[in-house]
C-alpha cells in the first residue's frame, strides 16, 4: 500500500468501544484498530464505563498502527480526538478518573432531571432545555449521591476530552459537546454559571475552557509519547463529540441525505444544505436508545464465551441472520431495552421478543433484533414526517432545524461499525423502501476527527473541504422489489405490540 504524507491519528472514546484509525493526506485508511470497551450495569437502566479502559485501549492499539509497514511516528502531523457525548468524567489535577462515568446510556438521573424541569429555571431557557440524557443531570445526581466525589473533583471532561488531556495535560472542550451538557448559555456560547452553581450547585470552574474544534489544544507529552510511540510535541486538537464528526465523515455538506448510524445507540439526522463553510447544517430526526448494543446484548447471551471475553464472531453472526427468512418467522423484538427518548420516546417502554416457539432458533433472535431496530427507525421517520410541529421548535445541541413540515423521500446514508454488514444494510433499506448508501470508510466518527486534525494543521482550508476530499462512496443496496409485503405486515404487528404493551410497562414501572 502507498501511503501519503503527512499521517493523521484520530482517537474515539465510544460508549463500548475504542478505535483508532491512522489517515494518509488523501484520506486513504494506513491502519484501523478496535477495542471493546466493558459498559457495566450496576442496576437495570444504570449504564456506567471505566474511563481509564479508553486510554488502556489507546495504549494497547496506538503502537500496533505506528508500527505498520511504511508507518513512522515522524509522519503523523496531529492527533484528532472525538467520542460519547453526554457523559462527564471526573479527574483530578493531573487527569486521574474519581468515579465510574455514567455514560448518555444511563437513566438513573431520571428523577434529578424530573426535579430539575419542574424548577423551571430562567437559566434551563437560556440553555436550552434539561433532559434525564442531559449531563446537567447527570451532574446533579452526583452533586447528591456523590458530594465528595464533585468535592475532589478538578474537572468533568467529556470522553474525547478525557483522552486529549492524557495526551497533552490540558484540560479544554468544543462547542458541541459543551452544548450537549444543556450547561451553555446559548446567548454566550459559554458556560451558564447561573445554571451551574445556583441550580446544580457545583463550582463553574470545574468545567473545562471552551474553544474551536479545529484549534490546536497542546502538544503529544513526553511521557504519552513514550507510552504510544508517538513523537513529543506531535500537535493534538480540540476536536468534537461522536454526533457531529459522524456527519463531517458522510459529508453531511451534501444535502438530501438521510443519515442513519447505528452504534451502541442509533440517531437519524438529515442534511441540509449548507450556510457556512465550517459546520454542516441538519435536521434531527429520530433516535434508539438500544442499536449495537442490543446485538451484543444477544450475542453474549447465546455466546457466553464472547460474553467472557472470546474475540467476537461476526462473520458467524451474519451467517446466522441470513439463514432466516424476512419476518422472522413469526418472531418480533422491541428494542427498548433502556426505554426510549426519540420521537416515540417512552422511558418506561422496555424490551421483549414475541412470538417464540420451539421450533425457532438463535438465529431467529439475532435477525428479529436487526428488524426490530430497523422497525423502530421507521417509527422514527414516520413520526417526523407526520409532526405538525416538524421543525418549529428549539433547536439541538448539535443539528438545526429548519421549517420543513414533511420528510422528503431521500436516501439513507449509514455509517457506524453495523453498516459494515450486508444484512443490516438490506433489513433497513427493505423496512424503510428506501436506498441505502455506506461510505468507503464506514467508520465515519474516526474519520471525522482525523479530518478536523488535517484541517487544524492547514492541510484543509475548512472542513467542508476536507470532506469534500475524503469522504467516497462505498456500497449501496437498492429497495428489494419482493417481499415488501412480509416487512410492511411485520411492521404492523411491530408497531401493535408496542401499544399494546405500554400500558403494561407502566404499571409495572410504577409498581402496580
Not at 471525522?448 to 475524503?470: C, D, N
Not at 419482493?482 to 409498581?511: D, K, V
Amino acid at each position: 500500500m502507498s501511503i501519503s504524507p503527512p499521517l493523521y491519528l484520530a482517537l474515539d472514546a465510544g460508549t463500548t468501544s475504542f478505535k483508532a484509525m491512522l489517515v494518509d493526506a488523501e484520506g486513504c485508511v494506513v491502519g484501523h484498530e478496535r477495542a471493546e470497551i466493558r459498559l457495566r450495569h450496576p442496576q437495570p437502566l444504570w449504564a456506567e464505563v471505566d474511563a481509564d479502559a479508553w486510554w488502556r485501549a489507546a495504549v494497547d492499539r496506538v503502537p500496533r498502527l505506528l508500527a505498520l509497514p511504511g508507518v513512522r511516528a515522524e509522519a503523523v502531523a496531529a492527533v484528532g480526538v472525538t467520542g460519547a457525548m453526554h457523559a462527564l468524567v471526573a479527574v483530578d489535577p493531573v487527569g486521574a478518573v474519581l468515579a465510574p462515568t455514567l455514560t448518555w446510556f444511563d437513566q438513573r438521573c431520571r428523577p434529578q432531571a424530573e426535579a430539575l424541569r419542574e424548577k423551571q429555571a430562567p437559566a434551563f431557557e437560556a440553555a436550552g432545555g434539561i433532559n434525564v440524557h442531559a449531563s446537567s443531570a447527570r451532574l446533579r445526581w452526583l452533586r447528591e449521591m456523590q458530594p465528595e466525589v464533585v468535592g475532589r473533583t478538578h474537572c468533568f471532561l467529556l470522553p474525547k476530552d478525557f483522552l486529549r488531556q492524557r495526551l497533552t495535560g490540558g484540560f479544554a472542550t468544543d462547542s458541541s459537546d459543551a452544548r450537549s451538557t444543556s450547561m451553555v448559555d446559548r446567548r454566550t456560547g459559554d458556560w451558564c454559571r447561573e445554571l451551574i452553581e445556583d441550580v446544580l450547585e457545583v463550582p463553574a470552574g470545574k468545567l473545562p475552557e471552551i474553544l474551536p474544534a479545529t484549534e490546536i489544544a497542546g502538544r503529544v507529552t513526553a511521557a504519552a509519547a513514550a507510552t504510544l510511540g508517538l513523537r513529543a510535541g506531535t500537535p493534538v486538537v480540540i476536536g468534537t463529540g461522536d454526533v457531529p464528526s459522524t456527519l463531517l465523515g458522510i459529508d453531511a455538506f451534501r444535502p438530501g441525505q438521510l443519515c442513519v448510524y447505528l452504534g451502541t445507540g442509533g440517531w437519524m439526522a438529515r442534511t441540509l444544505p449548507p450556510e457556512g463553510e465550517r459546520e454542516p447544517r441538519t435536521a434531527w430526526v429520530g433516535s434508539t436508545m438500544a442499536c449495537g448494543s442490543a446485538v451484543n446484548w444477544v450475542r453474549c447471551l447465546l455466546r457466553p464465551d464472547e460474553a467472557a471475553g472470546a474475540p467476537p464472531d461476526y462473520e458467524a453472526m451474519e451467517w446466522a441472520v441470513a439463514a432466516v427468512p424476512a419476518g422472522c418467522e413469526g418472531v418480533l423484538f422491541l428494542p427498548h431495552l433502556m426505554g426510549e427518548r426519540g420521537r416515540c420516546g417512552d422511558p418506561n417502554a422496555r424490551g421483549v421478543f414475541f412470538g417464540l416457539t420451539l421450533g425457532h432458533t438463535p438465529g431467529h433472535l439475532l435477525r428479529a433484533v436487526v428488524e426490530g431496530i430497523a422497525f423502530q427507525f421507521r417509527r422514527e421517520i414516520e413520526a417526523a414526517a407526520a409532526d405538525p410541529s416538524w421543525g418549529t421548535g428549539p433547536a439541538h445541541p448539535v443539528h438545526t432545524q429548519t421549517a420543513s413540515r414533511a420528510m422528503p423521500h431521500e436516501s439513507i446514508t449509514l455509517s457506524g461499525g453495523a453498516a459494515r454488514s450486508d444484512q443490516w444494510r438490506q433489513v433497513i433499506a427493505a423496512v424503510t423502501g428506501r436506498p441505502v448508501s455506506v461510505p468507503a470508510v464506514p467508520d465515519t466518527t474516526v474519520l471525522g476527527a482525523a479530518l478536523i486534525a488535517a484541517v487544524s494543521t492547514g492541510h484543509f482550508p475548512t472542513p467542508r473541504a476536507g470532506a469534500a476530499a475524503w469522504v467516497r462512496p462505498g456500497p449501496r443496496v437498492e429497495p428489494p422489489t419482493r417481499g415488501i409485503s412480509t416487512y410492511a405486515e411485520a411492521f404492523e404487528r411491530f408497531t401493535a405490540l408496542a401499544a399494546a404493551l405500554r400500558p403494561l410497562c407502566h404499571r409495572f414501572a410504577a409498581g402496580r
